[in-house]
């Protein structure tokens, strides 16, 4: 658990996250982990994170209420820019098992800024 026992995780050039960032439904849980992910890597490692996006087609008005999993880009963004730079963010299908992960989402990989 990156947030509880960040020590017990190490350093690492390259950390993989999917479905963990938009797990957190206020900006404050979600800076929270940029940080945490920030303390794992080097200067210019990379964070690689696939999230789901708020801009899903077809999803109904109360998917927010749900607890469906869902950013905006801006919400992304925010959340990492103090420790990061933005690399690449892509649109992609956050899996394939239609009606429960064929959701719209972003791959993104985020460039750890020196400190």
């Given amino acids: ?4 026992s960040p020590a ?3 350093r690492a050039d390259v950390v993989f996250t999917r479905g963990v960032l938009h797990t957190f ?8 982990l940029a940080a945490a992910v920030a303390d794992l890597l080097p200067v210019r490692g990379l964070w690689l994170d696939v999230s789901g996006s708020a801009d899903t087609p077809n999803d109904p008005p109360d998917a927010a209420d749900r607890g469906w ?4 880009l801006v919400e992304v963004a925010v959340a990492v820019e ?4 933005v690399v690449a963010v892509r649109r992609t299908a956050y ?3 239609p009606g429960l992960t064929d959701f719209a989402a972003f791959a993104s990989a985020f460039r750890r800024r020196g400190r």
């Fill in 1 to 4: 658990d990156a947030l509880r």
């Fill in 8 to 10: 017990k995780l190490g």
């Fill in 25 to 32: 439904t206020d900006s404050a849980g979600r800076f929270a």
């Fill in 69 to 72: 999993p869902r950013l905006t």
């Fill in 82 to 85: 103090t420790y990061f730079e």
């Fill in 95 to 97: 899996g394939t098992t």
